[in-house]
C-alpha cells in the first residue's frame, strides 16, 4: 500500500508542480548545468541531474524533463551510488522528450553528388535524386558494416540513417527477392572453418557484371541452411568467370542444389534506386542517400553503448520517455528490484530494446562471461538477428496499467510487447510483433 501510494504521487508530481519541490529536479534543452535545477531555472543535462538527484539522501527523487531532444555521448547511469530512497524520470506534463543516441542531419546539409566517379555508378534514373552527407564536415563518426547472421556475436550495428523516426535501407539488389547461388567452387568449410579457404560462387544472372567498379561490397542471404542467414563482405568480383570471391567465412560455408540457398547484394552504389535507400562509403566518410518523399527530420545513430543502465539499485521508475538512435542497446538492467518501465518508447535502436541482464548459456553450455554489456541472449532466443531481446531474473511489483498484466504472486507477471525487426537481412517493413509473458522473482 505504502509502495502504490508513492507511485501515485510519484506520477502527480511529474505533470504538475507539487510542494514537493524540494525533491523535483527540472531539466530543458535550453537549461544550464550551472543552474539551481528548478522549474524556472533547471538544468541543461539528464546527467547533472542524476548527479544532484545522488546527493539527496533518503528522498523520494523525480527528475521532469521539459521537451525536446536529449542527445547523450555516453551511457546514463543509475547505479548504487545513489543516496535517495526512489528515483523517477519522467516528462513534465504529457511533453514529448526524446533520449537520443544519434545526431540530427540538418537537411541543408545534404548536398548534390558532384564527383565523377561516384555520379558515374549511380543509376541513371535516380542521380538527380541521390545526395550526399559528408560526415567528417559535420564532425559526426561513422561505423562501417559488419557481418552480421547465425551464430555471430551481438555487437552495435552499424550507422543506421532514419527518415521521419523510420529505418531507411542500404541499397540493395534484388530489390525485394534473392537469387540462387550458382556452382560453388569453394565451399569454405573444413575441419577448422576458420583455416579452410573463403568462398567463392558463380552467379547466374547478368546484373552482377555491372559492379566492376563498386571493389569490395557486402552480400547476405541464406548460404546453406535454411535456418542460419548471415551477410558478409565480398573482396572482388571477377564478370570474365561470373564469380563472387567472399572475404570472409560462415558457419557452415555455401551449399546449391536447394530453393533457399539464395543470396543478394547490398551496399551497392549501382544499386541507389529506390527512396528510402542509402549507401555507407567508410573509406571517405560519407553516405548516399536517396530521400524519401516529404523527409522533414534525418537522423544517424552514432553511439555504441546502452543509452541508460539501470545497476545494483532499487525504485527506478522510467515513465512516458522515448529512447532512440542507439547503435547498442536501449535500456540495460542488472541486478535491480523494483524498477518500472511504462508508457515508454524504445525505437530505432541497433540492438536490443529492454535487455534484463547478461543472459544465461550458450548451446554448448559454457556459461558467458561478457566484459562489457552486450546483448547476450539466453538458448531459447539466441539467435539475435530474429528475436533481439533477453532476459534474467529480477523483480517488480505489479504493472496494473497493461490489460493483460495479472499478479499471482507477491512478485508479478509482466506483459511485454516487442517489436521485432531483421534490418541487416530482410526488408525494413518486414516486422514481427510477440508477446512474451514471464514471471519475474527474485
Not at 521537451?67 to 528515483?87: C, D, F, H, N, R
Not at 562501417?144 to 527518415?163: H, M, T
Not at 573509406?283 to 536517396?290: A, D, I, L, R, T
Amino acid at each position: 500500500m505504502k509502495h502504490s501510494l508513492l507511485m501515485l504521487l510519484t506520477f502527480w508530481g511529474c505533470t504538475t508542480l507539487s510542494a514537493w519541490a524540494e525533491k523535483q529536479i527540472f531539466v530543458s534543452p535550453k537549461g544550464n548545468d550551472r543552474a539551481a535545477g528548478t522549474f524556472t531555472h533547471p538544468l541543461k543535462s539528464i546527467q547533472a541531474a542524476l548527479e544532484k538527484a545522488g546527493t539527496l539522501e533518503n528522498e523520494d527523487v523525480q527528475i521532469i524533463l521539459r521537451k525536446g531532444i536529449y542527445e547523450q555521448s555516453q551511457t546514463l547511469e543509475i547505479g548504487s551510488s545513489g543516496k535517495y530512497a526512489s528515483l523517477t524520470i519522467c516528462p513534465y506534463q504529457n511533453e514529448k522528450v526524446s533520449i537520443s543516441g544519434g545526431k540530427e542531419i540538418p537537411l541543408s546539409a545534404m548536398k548534390k553528388v558532384s564527383d565523377k566517379k561516384i555520379i558515374a555508378r549511380l543509376p541513371e534514373s535516380a542521380r538527380k535524386q541521390i545526395r550526399e552527407i559528408d560526415f567528417n564536415r559535420l564532425n559526426i563518426p561513422m561505423t562501417d558494416l559488419r557481418p552480421s547472421g547465425f551464430g555471430r556475436p551481438s555487437s552495435p550495428a552499424w550507422s543506421e540513417l532514419f527518415a521521419n523516426d523510420a529505418p531507411l535501407s542500404l541499397s540493395r539488389w534484388p530489390n525485394d527477392s534473392t537469387v540462387l547461388i550458382g556452382k560453388v567452387l569453394e565451399a569454405g568449410t573444413g575441419e577448422k572453418v576458420k583455416e579452410a579457404k573463403l568462398p567463392v560462387f558463380q552467379y547466374n544472372e547478368d546484373r552482377p557484371s555491372a559492379w566492376t567498379q563498386a571493389g569490395s561490397f557486402w552480400i547476405g542471404g541464406y548460404f546453406a541452411h535454411g535456418y542460419a542467414s548471415d551477410m558478409i563482405r565480398v573482396d572482388h568480383l571477377d564478370p570474365e568467370t561470373k564469380t563472387i570471391h567472399t572475404a570472409q567465412q560462415t558457419v557452415y560455408g555455401f551449399m546449391t542444389g536447394a530453393d533457399w540457398r539464395r543470396w543478394y547484394a547490398l551496399n551497392l552504389l549501382e544499386e541507389l534506386d529506390l527512396p528510402g535507400e542509402y549507401v555507407i562509403d567508410k573509406e571517405n566518410g560519407k553516405m548516399y542517400v536517396y530521400l524519401p518523399e516529404n523527409t522533414r527530420t534525418l537522423n544517424v545513430s552514432v553511439m555504441n553503448d546502452p543509452l541508460v543502465a539501470i545497476e545494483n539499485c532499487r525504485n527506478i521508475t522510467l515513465s512516458k520517455l522515448t529512447f532512440e538512435y542507439g547503435r547498442s542497446i536501449g535500456i540495460y538492467l542488472e541486478n535491480t528490484q523494483h524498477v518500472r518501465i511504462t508508457g515508454c518508447t524504445v525505437r530505432n535502436v541497433g540492438g536490443v530494446g529492454i535487455s534484463i541482464g547478461k543472459g544465461t548459456e550458450t548451446p554448448d553450455k559454457k556459461t558467458l562471461k561478457p566484459e562489457e554489456r552486450l546483448n547476450h541472449v539466453s538458448w531459447a532466443i539466441l539467435w539475435e538477428d530474429y528475436i533481439r531481446i533477453s532476459f534474467s531474473t529480477a523483480t517488480a511489483e505489479p504493472i496494473t496499467e497493461s490489460p493483460t498484466a495479472t499478479s499471482t504472486t507477491q512478485e508479478a507477471e509482466v506483459s511485454v510487447w516487442v517489436e521485432v525487426t531483421v534490418p541487416h537481412l530482410l526488408r525494413p517493413e518486414t516486422l514481427w510483433k510477440t508477446a512474451a509473458s514471464m514471471i519475474l522473482t527474485a
